[in-house]
């Protein structure tokens, strides 16, 4: 199938999976659930009616979940254990990548995956964020470290195309963007982590010459170097000697790992050598680099658009790459829910504790209560996550190409806002629930076997890069929340009061939206007393950054899973209409749930949102006594 | 040094470890805070009053804890990323450990802490559970692969002594209790997990002989196998076909690798073989095995004590074992902290909030305010965690050897009481501080280098074995709440009145007291509500019994270290008042608090208090308001 049909043969597309040729995958993608918040909550239709999405429709996104579901059971989780395995490894200076990733790689490029939401006039498949993301969220839940390469590839393509020249265009983004070449991020340094202005990599301009002569050591290089494309483009933060101290001095270099010639043919290699590659807990098949710059020979690197902007340019593409760490914690998350799920059901042990009988007889585990609650608590994380994940991918659709400049900057705005936040509560959130489907495993979850170890090594990662959890937390408090006199966080307060304003009367869920605005308030508080404390005492609010960016992901969360269960519910009271069972002939429901998938989806969202709201959300409350306290100790104490 | 005149030449020793031969090891054990609670808050010379004791000392118990640091950290944590690098290994059938395991085995056993808490009588050390304790959360927190052996080893041996009869004790316990000989303890099954009543092993009687025939397999057998000790004495549990099924027929066997003679010595190979090691997430220098008895020949196996109360006998360790699992949480999770305070003040990265200058320097992490809420959320963990497990195992001291009646029940019926928090708590709460410690880290968290990864990936484990933590929050709700009629939670609650109501009125911790009161009343409520609904509906309370747990677990700790700060108060006026400082001078106060170590310990105990009972018990009335709820959903919901 192919997506854009004026593309001509050069263009790939999605192919479907082979069935039956490698082993059977223990993955599971709750499409219903993805489907449900893209169709049914958000709406992507929308989209369409935008000129940029009008070639695009509900069966074709439809189409491209089926097959990204296929190609994530069938190709990339069965290749999850061994290259986890088998790892990467450095070999005479050149990385060498599992033995299985070659033709994954090869099937993966040939299905048309490599740039799902990038520009299809250089090869990718543009589709909106919020259906890329889905589709993203089943490859990266099935196989974590393989989605390395495409996502750092199309990310400093996507830089290129924005910031590059023309012939930065032509020479390197088709070859990007299908993955015949690969592409980095080089950032870090040793002594230049978080503080991104003190690194110490230089670009000297060369006389008479368009390009820099480059020299410094980077670390922590995602995919820096691999064996599965001709070349790699790295894009590499420097400083020019004479520009200024700190970030402001900072410049961006295309730096190629083979220099390229006009033609776009490849030409002698650049002086970019691997000096090393990371042991790491999780994510074993992706290799983190340390990269030498020009230290035995001559490095050559490209400027990207204007000195001195590097720094602003990467911070351009960060909230992309900030939602797709999310992603990392709402796919691995939720695949290791889906695998403590089918465990619970199979696994057999001790009897029910109402059952009064002589001789009472085992259950699956999913009987106990303890267990039922562990799953319930992922169920009610994983849900969320994907609706605060999904919900702020559909606001960059906006953001990106809607024709309406009021709705534009408002789904900016959104999008800012929710963005730290999707980034940190999805990953810390993704890692407790491997956390929670360890103890449902019991001590099958700490061994191999069933892979829940894995996924929990493989999103701790996911915590810690593209800015700290505790970045973000700054990030929000700090920036997001003051942006425009604090309108960004007004908008969220004016929409969510509207929402839960329409449910204050209702029947069903007015109990529930008195829950979750007397939470969002207590979010409304905070902030408030930040402002007034922050003033004389600007420490004592970044003390509790962290609380206050996970008291607002609970809220937000509590207000999404609310928003799913009223549309689920009027879904649900369709069926019921339709089957002739009266709402309250509870018999007649239950039996229709026992019957009916779609009742039963519609009814468990209704109890997913009582379970978020009545068990989890009260904490943001307490999260608002410690904030309210004034307690400075942390600040005081004398480590 | 010998503790035990009386025992000879043969008796082991605390010997110094050899210093500035090996590596120098980043373990960092806070014996301050070990000799504050012992000596400072429990007051264990008073166990020097009771005739079991009379032999000790403080000096004694203070020469313990420094030689145990220096062991810890001059052998075993040299050797600790070594061990996790090369793990255990299954060779033909036999265990081979990592290499650097023989020598450090042979210098543990000479340094005697192989059996640091057993009877003198046969070759253990015979210290107090809570000097013991102390001492052995340095070797588990410098290296917790290898405490596996001994840990088993005297457990088993314990059983024996307990259980045993005259020619048990003779042929097997001093081998044990000096490490000459291994043990195990086998118990689980494939199908058999956390209800051991479905196990399958059987135990035929032989006609004529004193053995049994033992068939069946076991799995997940810490330390099943090693080749450090001449004989391995499995303890087994296994049916005698015709007793009763489920958990009222199974009886206890010990069942030695290789057998052996009446005179002690060595006599052909059991039918014992090793079938498999597991790959699992940390421990690696642990081997956890697969067991198969007289699956090829002839496994005898000798019944301890009586007849189908194998699993009573095993229960009656159990409080032991699982204490020292939460010890596992207390050790690794403090080994956390103290590597991420270290790491903050050495590493530099951007400058202060409050730095306003024109060209802001970068200071070390520590100084930034998240940073510090981490490290002061880990301290206060980690100080809160020591102190219930220190506590807890005060009290089992009690139990043990209080020549009181009164005093004896009481003790016990708190330990029993506070087992299971101890187990669940400090494991779960172990494992966050690894989180927490990790992101301090940032990236250099997440790989091998600094130890951070292997310790969040060894302590894990911790929450899983010795009955998973929802076993224990069972235990809590459904066993140890009803005990005596409610009688030991009365107990908790009058002891914790008591004190409370003692600082109603004092000006530094009347507040403090007030917060705990108030958590401790909900508590109290949740217990209340429990009994109340658990008539008509017993699956409700068992739905909340982890956060239950949890929240005991948060008030327990708040009330330990509130009462620590009343002790630090007192010391630190001391010190004031000796030093002629007033406590209306802040200035003066902080000049002194530089200076002073003991004045900086004290303060910041303070400090600690007030950060845990102001940051983090709010939690409490959270967890609180959703046991209220009455919401279901979870029992409910058709997953």
Redesign the interface.
Known sequence: MSIHSRAGPRRCHFSPAAQGTTTMSEYLFDRRDVEFNLFDVLGVEELTKLSRYQDYSRELFEMVLGEAEKFAVGKLAPANAEADEVGSRLIDGNVVLPDNYTQLFKDFRDGGWFAPVHNPEYGGQGLPQSVGMAAIEAFVGSHPSFMFISGLTVSAGHLIEVHGTERDVELYLEKMYTGQWGGTMCL?EP?A???LG?LTTTATPVDGEDYYDIVGNK??ISAGDQNLTENIVHLVLARVPGDP??SRGISLFIVPKIRVNADGSLAEPNDVAITGI?????IHASP?CSISFGDHGECRGWLVGERCRGLQYMFLMMNEARLVTGLQGVAIGNAAYQSA?VY??ER???PK??DRSE?PK?VAI?E?????????TM?AYGEALRALLLNTAFMSDFALYSEDEAEKTKAQDMLDLLTPICKAFCSDMG?KMT?LA??VF??Y????EYGV?QK??DV??A???EG???IQ??DLLGRKMRMKSGGLFLTWLQDTNEFLGSLSEDETFGEMAKQVDAAKNALGEAAFGFTASGKKD???P??????YLRMFGLVESARLLLKQATVAQSKLSAIWDEKGVSADDAEARQAL??QNDDA?FY??KV??A??FI???L??A???L??IQ?G?R???????
Chains 1, 2 share one sequence.
């Open positions: 870090t002594q982590g978080s503080a003190d670390i922590f101290e700190g990371e042991e790491k807990m999780g983190t799920l619970a059901k057999s042990q001790g504790v109402t001789a085992s999913i106990h209560p303890d267990v039922r609650r562990n799953l319930m169920k890692f956390e360890m103890q019991g001590g979850g700490y061994i191999k170890e929990m090594r701790k990662i915590s810690i890069y700290t959890n505790g937390a700054l600007p420490e004592y970044l003390l509790h950054a962290t609380p749930i026992e039963r009814e468990n109890k997913t009582q379970f009545y068990q989890i009260p904490e409350r307490a999260i006594k410690s306290s307690d100790s942390a600040l005081e104490v004398a480590f």
